[in-house]
């Protein structure tokens, strides 16, 4: 066994890999042993190095999503706000003593209506992302944002999400003002708002933090854009316990665009400029401003429809149903 | 006979003294988890439980392999637990009164949420709704199945709708925190219940202490996400000992059911 058939594989797969080896290397010294069986285990191993190189390329294409997705040169949440929206205004504050600064919620016009916009914000410069804390929210940014919630169910606003965060913030002071709580109940506002609902992921989608805003009728996904229960790191140091295997992890979690189109989770994919969006940000603010236009006249058109219900029965189907299991048995 | 080395004081308890005080520790009062089972027949009146899609098992959406395939994983807890999945769902009475109720196990995969989880308390919810019956949640889990990857989130948002409109059906939801419960149960069907009632010493939190200390790089609080710190924080309503769980239980759900002030 050439040494160059195993070389940088992830350890992850040497175990298996050697353990095949040293079966081949014990057949060979079995005085006779020949032929169709050892061509066998040979052809079998090769196969599984094999696999296991597709999957390490499969990887290596997901993890350089991931890095697009988290690209700083992206254009994010304020400039689709201002590409997009007519006098966008915006609101501060939880109105119980804190602003926080990674959630910007606002009213803007476009087309000539009235739209409700809430986005994550990982500002930019190195200043304002330590003030925001790269995106990651505390409960008071979820209460923030249930207030514009409120005001577009009361007027009839439609709501649109910018998605652009690695999680809520995991701090003490996040902990103690009740993280987890404000996270449900910003899910659970979303599925009281009879109003149409628009969700865009624009880069990364981590986990509650952005679930909490992400109750959508209609999700669109730019295209190097994630969405993940765990960021890749942190289901590495879990799962393989090892964070060089951040980029498998990243693989197998199906965590982009056309991952999650096929899963059923979004409703479309927003094509970036070649490239990524970072190459055009002009251009892709323009695109993702034609989508929405598009889809809030869809909206305001149907009269009758029940959004809420539909917002209910499109994620309660998610996964597993009762149906499709007995269909199993 | 037996001896039981409490996993928070270190001290020996015999085994007997152990299960018959609940699990809880003789010596410094630390609630030990309890499988889903045994948690149901310490909790409902004897014989009143019956199960619902108990059969349910995981699929493996994503083909999910790390270390080990995430089939092989499944297969590995049922044997483990004894059941099919991280939770047990069904209806039982309690002093009396009917309510759906749905136990997390921790044996079973870290009692993580997928989208059998997500089924079964839609299930447990849909159950409440067509029979007019409260709902009680016993959460124990370290949050959503990451080998399910984005549809175990998605069972996030799944429960929290299935809990809305049992709410607006004016149905009660006391939800149960024992130890740990935290990740993505904590951030959706555990925290939207009309009464919080937690064990003494359960960790309820949304990212655990390990996760929070590389963040802030500083070590949090020997209390953090304790019952006793959530209690102050005004996170929880209520802290209630293994032993008087039953009578609280029964209490409460004899209030919100009784309606006799109602039109
Ligand atoms: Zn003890």
Redesign the pocket.
């Known amino acids: 066994m050439e040494v160059e058939k195993i070389k940088n594989l992830h350890k992850s797969f040497l175990k298996d890999t050697l353990k095949s080896v040293f079966k081949i290397e014990k057949l060979k010294r079995i005085t006779g042993f020949s032929g169709v069986h050892f061509n066998d285990a040979e052809k079998k191993l090769a196969e599984k190095i094999e696999n296991y190189r597709k999957v390490e390329r499969e990887a290596i294409k997901s993890w350089r999503i991931v890095e697009l997705s988290r690209d700083e040169k992206r254009p994010h949440t304020p400039d689709y706000i201002n590409g997009i929206f007519d006098d966008f205004i915006s609101f501060s504050g939880d109105r119980q003593g804190y602003d926080d600064k990674s959630i910007i919620t606002g009213l803007g016009i476009l087309d000539g209506s009235t739209v409700a916009v809430i986005g994550h914000n990982k500002g930019s410069g190195i200043k304002e992302r330590i003030e925001y804390n790269f995106g990651s929210s505390m409960p008071q940014g979820y209460r923030k944002a249930a207030r514009i919630m409120d005001i577009a169910q009361r007027f009839g606003f439609c709501l649109v999400t910018f998605i652009d965060t690695p999680g809520a913030y995991p701090a003490l002071e996040a902990e103690d003002s009740g993280q987890a709580g404000a996270i449900a109940r910003s899910i659970y506002e979303m599925f009281s708002l009879d109003v149409p609902t628009i969700t865009v992921l624009i880069g990364e989608g981590g986990s509650g933090g952005a679930l909490a805003l992400a109750i959508g009728n209609f999700i669109m996904m730019l295209e190097n854009s994630t969405y993940s229960v765990i960021s890749p790191e942190g289901c590495a140091s879990i799962l393989w316990r090892d964070s060089s295997a951040a980029k498998l992890a990243s693989r197998a979690l199906k965590l982009t665009s056309r991952d999650l189109l096929k899963l059923g989770v979004i409703d479309k994919i927003i094509y970036e400029p070649m490239g990524g969006a970072q190459n055009n940000p002009g251009r892709m603010i323009k695109i993702v401003k034609s989508y929405l236009k598009n889809i809030i006249k869809k909206y305001s058109n149907l009269k009758d429809f029940d959004f809420k219900t539909h917002r209910a029965q499109k994620y309660e189907s998610i996964g597993i149903t009762a149906g499709s299991v007995q269909q199993k048995l | 006979m037996e001896k039981i080395i ?1 996993k ?2 270190g ?1 020996n308890i015999s085994e007997e003294d152990f299960i018959g005080n609940l699990k809880v ?1 003789v ?4 609630h030990d988890m309890l499988s889903a089972h045994e948690r149901i027949k310490i909790t409902a009146d004897p014989g009143s439980f019956t199960e619902l899609a108990k059969d349910m098992h995981s699929v493996d959406f994503l083909k999910f392999q790390d270390l080990k395939p995430y089939s092989e994983r499944i297969e590995e807890a049922i044997q483990k637990s004894g059941i099919n999945e991280a939770v047990v769902a069904g209806e039982a009475a309690i002093k009396g009164i009917m309510a759906s109720i749905c136990v997390m196990d921790f044996n079973f995969m870290g009692g993580s949420m997928g989208s059998v989880v997500g089924e079964k308390i839609k299930i447990t919810a849909d159950n409440s709704i067509e029979k007019n019956l409260p709902l009680l949640i016993f959460c124990a889990s370290g949050g959503a199945r990451m080998q399910e990857g984005i549809i175990s989130l998605m069972q996030m948002a799944k429960t929290v709708s299935c809990i809305k409109r049992l709410k607006q059906e004016g149905l009660a939801y006391f939800c149960i925190i024992t130890h740990p419960t935290t990740g993505g149960v904590s951030a959706s069907f555990a925290t939207v219940a009309d009464i919080i009632i937690t064990e003494p010493g359960a960790l309820f939190c949304f990212a655990g202490p390990r996760v929070v200390e590389q963040t802030i790089k500083k070590e949090v609080p020997a209390d953090f996400g304790l019952a006793e710190r959530n209690l102050k924080n005004g996170l929880v309503d209520m802290i209630v000992k293994r032993h008087d769980m039953r009578d609280v239980l029964g209490k409460l759900l004899f209030m919100f059911t009784n309606k006799n002030l109602n039109p």
């Open positions: 409490c928070k004081c001290k520790c010596h410094c009062g630390f």
